[in-house]
């Protein structure tokens, strides 16, 4: 403890750390689909929305990210995005209190949402919290398994709605189909492209990704055919689901000036990155304008 540090100001900026680490900012990117896909199943204000949505917004949050930042701290060190609201830099004295914040907060809503829960929204349940876990944790650290890790990061997205869905006891159509076939493709590009600007230190730290493995520009060009693919897919889904081909767009105009960046020049693509995080609550909006049509129709 640093002289003049009292045990309750240390708690409180070790508290915050925790927090932090959860990544607040990107907090609504997993609450959000799961509330929309299960109040436009049920149109109903229940228990179980409320739950669910609390859960998907912070302990859900706090374990996907606070796993990583545990087990990805040495490479963090070199990473100069780390220690702000793209990611905590965890003192290592609280990497266990991190470690047992995440299982004391998500224990309790996950037992709840397993019984409210039917066979399907277990299963769901099951691998959104697998997925969640294995791409950080020793030993199946999916985030280092190129193409792997950007399927499992889209999983940390998707997953969220089909949960709500299947406990919303919500029937198969093509076009629900359609719409999630179209959010993994736009979570996956989101993933490939967010490794971009980590090339230097992820091979500094011989970390492998989708990035480091087929270099800065291939993975630029995969991330937009993977946005262009996702809007697609929504023009095929039934009236107002093209709107949201839309969406795709401000994703391929950010990204697209760097069609042609190199390696070297891989960690300036932070300045898009920064703008993608706001893009999200763009996106956000005008995907909330839609359901609302889609509600009303």
Do not use: C
Request: charged share 10%; hydrophobic share 55%; proline share 6%.
């Amino acid at each position: 403890m640093s002289a003049g540090a009292t045990p309750s100001r240390t708690l409180g900026r070790d508290l915050a750390q925790i927090l932090l680490s959860s990544r607040p900012i990107s907090w609504i990117n997993t609450a959000f689909p799961f509330a929309a896909a299960y109040l436009l199943t049920t149109r109903e204000l229940d228990a179980t929305l409320l739950v669910g949505t609390l859960y998907f917004l912070i302990p859900y949050n706090l374990a996907m990210y606070g796993i990583n930042d545990v087990f990805d701290y040495a490479s963090d060190l070199a990473n100069p995005r780390k220690g702000g609201i793209e990611g905590a830099l965890l003192a290592p004295r609280i990497h266990r209190a991190t470690l047992w914040a995440a299982a004391g907060t998500n224990i309790p809503f996950l037992a709840y949402l397993v019984i409210v829960g039917n066979p399907a929204s277990w299963f769901w349940l099951a691998v959104s919290v697998f997925a969640v876990i294995a791409y950080s944790a020793p030993v199946l650290r999916f985030k280092e398994r190129p193409f792997l890790d950007s399927m499992t990061s889209s999983t940390h997205f998707v997953s969220p709605a089909i949960v709500g869905l299947a406990l919303a006891g919500a029937s198969v159509t093509s076009a629900t189909t359609l719409t999630l076939v179209a959010f993994f493709l736009w979570g996956m590009a989101a993933h490939a492209f967010g490794a971009v600007q980590d090339v230097g230190p992820d091979r500094e730290a011989g970390i492998s990704s989708i990035a480091t493995v087929i270099g800065a520009r291939a993975t630029v060009r995969l991330s937009l055919s993977l946005w262009v693919l996702a809007g697609a897919a929504m023009l095929l889904t039934p009236w107002p689901g093209p709107l949201a081909a839309v969406l795709a767009l401000p994703y391929v105009v950010n990204a697209a000036p760097w069609w042609n960046v190199d390696d070297a020049g891989s960690a300036a693509t932070n300045r898009a990155w920064r703008r993608f995080i706001a893009l999200n609550y763009f996106a956000g909006f005008l995907a909330t304008m839609i359901l609302i049509l889609a509600w009303v129709s």
